[in-house]
Nanobody, 119 residues
Framework: QVQLVESGGGLVQPGGSLRLSCAVS????????MGWYRQAPGKKRELVAH???????NYADLVKGRFTVSRANAKNTAYLQMNSLKPEDTAVYYC?????????????WGQGTMVTVSS
C-alpha cells in the first residue's frame, strides 16, 4: 500500500519559517516529479512548487524567492522550505508524487498538513 507521509506543518508568526517533508513508501512504480500544493479555506487547490526527478524546479509566482523545493530521489522524499511566511500562506499543504510505469502514469497524494501563519 502506497503511503505519503507529510510532516512539518504548524503555527508560525509572520516572517517565520517552516520546513515540510514528504516521504513516499510502498510504490512499485517510479516516482517522477514531486510537488506541493495548498488549499486555503474557500479556495481551490493550487500548485506551490514542483520538482522533477532531474531537479528542475517550478514555483508559483506568489512564493518565488521565499520557498524552496528539494528532494532526495533515492528516498522518494521531497521537502519544502518556507521562509518569510505571510498570513496569506495559511492553508493545508498537500504533497503530490507523480508516478509512471511502462503503460501508465498517475498521482499519489498526501493527507495534508496544516500551516497557519498568524501573530
Amino acid at each position: 500500500q502506497v503511503q505519503l507521509v507529510e510532516s512539518g506543518g504548524g503555527l508560525v508568526q509572520p516572517g517565520g519559517s517552516l520546513r515540510l517533508s514528504c516521504a513516499v513508501s510502498g510504490s512499485i512504480f517510479i516516482i517522477d516529479a514531486m510537488g506541493w500544493y495548498r488549499q486555503a479555506p474557500g479556495k481551490k487547490r493550487e500548485l506551490v512548487a514542483h520538482i522533477t526527478s532531474g531537479d528542475s524546479e517550478n514555483y508559483a509566482d506568489l512564493v518565488k524567492g521565499r520557498f524552496t523545493v528539494s528532494r532526495a530521489n533515492a528516498k522518494n522524499t521531497a521537502y519544502l522550505q518556507m521562509n518569510s511566511l505571510k498570513p496569506e500562506d495559511t492553508a493545508v499543504y498537500y504533497c503530490n508524487a507523480h508516478w509512471r510505469s511502462y503503460l501508465s502514469t498517475g498521482d499519489y497524494w498526501g493527507q495534508g498538513t496544516m500551516v497557519t501563519v498568524s501573530s
